[in-house]
C-alpha cells in the first residue's frame, strides 16, 4: 500500500488568495517529493487551536502569513537564531521527538529574489524600509549582514520604528523614524513592508525619496500592480517589482527545512509567472 502523503499548510488570515499551495505542489513535483498541501483559514483568536489539531492530525510543517508571524514564534518550543532574532516565524518545522521547530525565511527569500529578479548587492547601498510589523523583523537581520550603508525603518508609528532600530543596532548600520520625518533621497532601495495596501491605502509618502536609480520592492504580490509599486513608477523608479519572488524563495527555503531537498525556482517562476524573469 502507497503511505499517505506528508500534511503541510499554510496559515494566515485572509488566506484564500495564498499561492502557497500550488508552488510547494510544484516543488514537490519537481523534486519527486510526495506531500499534500493546504490552507488553513484561523480565526484571529484561534491560530493556537488551528495549530494544535494540525499537528495532532500528523501535520508535517506549517508556514504562516499575516498576522500570525507573532503568534508563530510563540508556539515554537525551539526557534533557529534568526528567529529568535527577529521575533517572528514563518515556518514550523515538527520534529521527530513531538516538538515543534520555529525558523524564518523571509530574509532569505528576499535577499535571494534582490539579487536574481532586480540584480542589486545590498553592501554599501541606502535602503528604506516602510513599515516596522512582523514582516520587517523577519527581513532586518539578513539585510544587515549584507553591509548597507544605511537601513532606515519608517512608521507610521515612529516608537515601533525606533524600538526595532534599537533591537537590531548590534547587527548594523540603522536606525528608525516616523513616517512623517523620512530623510531626503533618493535611496538605493526601497522596500515597502506595511499592512496599508491590503486595505488599499496610500502612504502619503515625500516625492524626495525616489531617483533615476531607485529600486523598489514590495513585499506585497498581487496579479496587478499595489498601491506602492504605483507611486514608484509614477515617481519614475528604475526598477518596481511586487514579492513573488519572494514568496518563490522564501517557499524553497521553507521546502527545503522539511524535505532536504532545493527546489528549482527559476523552473517555478517560469512557470507560474512566464517572462517576468529578467
Ligand atoms: P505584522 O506584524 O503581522 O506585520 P502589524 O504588526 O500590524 O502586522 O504591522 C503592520 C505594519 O503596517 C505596521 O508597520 C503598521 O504601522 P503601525 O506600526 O503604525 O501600526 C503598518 N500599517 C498598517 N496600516 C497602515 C496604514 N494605513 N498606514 C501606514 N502604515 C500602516
Not at 535602503?127 to 512582523?134: E, K, S, V
Not at 544605511?150 to 548590534?170: D, G, I, P
Not at 515625500?206 to 509614477?234: E, N, S, V
Amino acid at each position: 500500500m502507497t503511505p499517505e502523503p506528508d500534511r503541510y499548510a499554510v496559515i494566515g488570515n485572509p488566506i484564500a488568495h495564498s499561492r502557497s499551495p500550488e508552488i510547494h505542489q510544484l516543488f514537490a513535483d519537481q523534486t519527486g517529493e510526495s506531500i499534500r498541501y493546504e490552507k488553513i483559514l484561523a480565526e484571529r483568536d484561534g491560530f493556537k487551536d488551528a495549530v494544535a489539531r494540525f499537528f495532532d492530525a500528523g501535520g508535517r510543517g506549517l508556514n504562516v502569513t499575516l498576522p500570525f508571524k507573532g503568534d508563530a514564534f510563540e508556539w515554537a518550543d525551539q526557534r533557529t537564531e534568526l528567529a529568535e532574532h527577529a521575533g517572528a516565524v514563518n515556518t514550523l518545522i515538527a520534529q521527530d521527538d513531538g516538538t515543534c521547530l520555529g525558523a524564518n525565511t523571509d530574509g532569505i527569500g528576499l535577499l535571494r529574489d534582490l539579487k536574481k529578479s532586480l540584480r542589486l548587492s545590498i553592501q554599501d547601498t541606502r535602503i528604506l524600509i516602510l513599515g516596522a510589523g512582523g514582516a520587517t523583523r523577519g527581513i532586518l537581520e539578513p539585510l544587515l549582514q549584507e553591509k548597507p550603508a544605511l537601513l532606515l525603518v519608517a512608521n507610521r508609528t515612529t516608537e515601533r520604528a525606533e524600538a526595532l532600530a534599537k533591537h537590531f543596532q548590534a547587527h548594523g548600520q540603522i536606525r528608525g523614524c516616523g513616517l512623517d520625518a523620512i530623510e531626503p533621497g533618493p535611496y538605493d532601495l526601497i522596500v515597502h513592508a506595511t499592512s496599508a495596501a491590503l486595505q488599499d491605502q496610500g502612504l502619503g509618502l515625500p516625492d524626495t525619496l525616489i531617483g533615476p536609480q531607485t529600486r523598489c520592492y514590495d513585499l506585497l504580490y498581487r496579479d496587478t500592480d499595489t498601491p506602492f509599486m504605483h507611486w514608484a513608477k509614477a515617481q519614475g523608479a528604475s526598477q518596481v517589482t511586487d514579492g513573488f519572488g519572494m514568496l518563490l524563495e522564501q517557499a524553497a527555503e521553507s521546502f527545503y527545512m522539511w524535505r532536504g531537498k532545493r527546489p528549482d525556482t527559476a523552473m517555478a517562476r517560469n512557470y507560474l509567472r512566464p517572462g517576468t524573469l529578467p
